[in-house]
């Protein structure tokens, strides 16, 4: 199978908080993946940050939420969020 994503050694920070530390990920093509943990744990901080960086370099980043809200949708309320 076809690799479509691959992630290594992923952080995030905010300020002195790290909310994703060394996440790595790899996920194939008709792979379906779940991120469980706490709330709090990082699982939307690692999904925005993968979805901000693809978006950044132009490569095609596909991710409909629950409520049905496709990548694009996610990251202008994200720039909105931000202003």
Known sequence: MTRVLEVSDVHKNFGGVRAVQGVSLKVREGQVVGLIGPNGSGKSTLLLKLMAEYHQVGIPFLFVDLHGHAT???LALIARRRA
Do not use: A, R, S, T
Request: charged letters at 65%.
């Open 72 to 74: 694009d949708e996610l």
